[in-house]
């Protein structure tokens, strides 16, 4: 499966009752999912659909997994998703870039914490690194908001995502041009600077941080 008709009018009903943009969610739930609504966690956990909720939230819905994997995405995000994004806005405020809602969707209860790329969100060791090691693309040991950053860009740039904005946006033409989904209004752009300075000073916030 992937996304079905409906799922561009459902992106936009989620955010009309969150306030999250389409081009901030498509990214994170293809790097979730590759936009399959039956994908179940590759690594065995409990986690499952377009966003990988986890069976626990699912339990308190009262929906079972092994049925959830059959719904199309719009049924999965108009039930599931949108519940689970408004939730958390209520709690932490309404993600502006594509980073900060894959924060959102991965560890919620960080979003209370401070607003920076190089903030550390799972050292090596911890049961949340063990099981998203692969977001550690410069194998530093830690899982940071930047490395949340690069998975953004890198799903934001695959042709299914493209093609699933502009489809939600031929949908709704009044709500103008989609947004930069990785950094949006959250972030500065690290790429503003040279690349070298970038990463100099990335790494020198995360070894401060560290400290």
Not at 132 to 141: I, T
Request: proline share 7%; aromatic share 12%.
């Amino acid at each position: 499966m992937s996304l079905d008709a409906g799922a561009p009018a459902a992106l936009w009903r989620l955010f009309d009752a969150t306030g999250v943009r389409p081009e901030f969610v498509l990214p994170v739930l293809w790097t979730e999912s590759g936009l399959n609504p039956a994908t179940p966690n590759l690594a065995g956990f409990p986690y499952y659909g377009i966003n990988q909720i986890s069976g626990s939230y699912l339990a308190r819905l009262g929906f079972d997994p092994s049925d959830y994997l059959t719904w199309p995405a719009s049924q999965q995000l108009d039930q599931v998703v949108t519940p689970f994004v408004r939730g958390n806005v209520a709690a932490f405020g309404v993600p502006q870039s594509g980073t900060r809602f894959y924060q959102l969707n991965f560890l919620p209860a960080t979003l209370a914490g401070p607003k920076a790329l190089s903030r550390v969100l799972a050292w090596k060791g911890s049961g949340t690194y063990a099981a998203n090691e692969g977001l550690d693309w410069l194998h530093k040991g830690a899982i940071s908001v930047y490395d949340l950053a690069h998975a953004v860009a890198h799903a934001a740039a695959q042709a299914s995502v493209q093609r699933g904005i502009a489809a939600c946006y031929a949908l709704r033409p009044e709500a103008g041009a989609p947004l930069g989904s990785t950094y949006g209004a959250d972030y500065a752009d690290p790429a503003a600077t040279t690349a070298a300075t970038a990463g100099i000073l990335w790494l020198l916030e995360l070894a401060l941080s560290r400290r």
